[in-house]
């Protein structure tokens, strides 16, 4: 008898497995306070850089523009940074989100996969956060510009927007198992289209979280652990 295919509501129910499964894996709880770790330590080096010598700096450059302007330049450049810095966390948490992935999957006891080398993984962090950004970014930013140009679509660009955020988000947590897999863009999409219910649960339970960057690089590991879990459990009930 076939056993039934993972929908919206198990795809939404994915982070609990997940806590659970990282719960009861000691080993993953260094791998999990990475990518907090690193927040704390490249925003603080930003910080203090942008302090002792970009500050000054900027500021002296634009003082002919008058205080505020040079004030004004000067912040804008340390938010920037910070940005730049939270963006590059990921890229550097990946060998640890790529442990957290064969923890996962040793307790499923999915199929022995070649390990990748150290640079492997960040490629694998720094492919994650581009794909998800090439996917997203042009739509969202197209259908805000035509929502201005037209604002009475905004009631159909408004819900699309939502819709690709948390296909984005699915799509970027996705990518820490898949890639490590070897699976091409083009299987992926089959995949995110054939499970399309599961992978929306996913992506909108997450997206709930994400709005808020630092709790969205918080629950980092528990979204590759979910969508670890997640990608078994659809490839196990699928006939």
Excluded: N
């Amino acid at each position: 008898m076939t056993r039934p295919l993972v929908g919206f509501g198990r795809g939404f129910l994915a982070p609990f497995g997940a806590i659970s499964s990282l719960w009861r894996a000691p080993r993953a709880w260094p791998l999990a306070l990475v990518p907090v770790v690193l927040l704390v330590v490249v925003e603080g080096a930003v910080g203090l850089g942008w302090w002792h010598y970009l500050k000054a700096g900027v500021s002296g450059r634009l003082a002919e523009h008058g205080a505020f302007v040079a004030g004004l330049a000067a912040w804008l450049v340390l938010a920037l940074l910070l940005v730049i810095g939270w963006l590059l966390v990921p890229v550097l948490s990946a060998p640890a989100l790529e442990g957290i992935v064969g923890i996962i999957e040793r307790e499923l006891a999915a199929p022995e996969r070649a390990r990748l080398g150290f640079f492997a993984e960040l490629g694998c962090g720094m492919q994650a956060m581009l794909l998800s950004l090439a996917f997203t970014l042009p739509l969202i930013v197209g259908l805000t510009l035509l929502g201005l140009v037209l604002p009475p679509l905004l009631v159909v660009t408004t819900p699309l927007k939502l819709l690709i955020g948390v296909l984005g988000v699915a799509w970027s947590l996705f990518d820490y198992p898949l890639t490590l897999r070897g699976v091409p863009v083009a299987q992926r999409l089959r995949f995110m289209t054939r499970h399309f219910s599961a992978v929306l649960g996913f992506g909108a339970a997450f997206s709930l979280l994400f709005w808020l960057p630092c709790l969205g690089l918080l629950m980092l590991p528990v979204g590759v652990a979910g969508a670890t879990r997640l990608y078994w459990e659809i490839q196990r009930s699928t006939p």
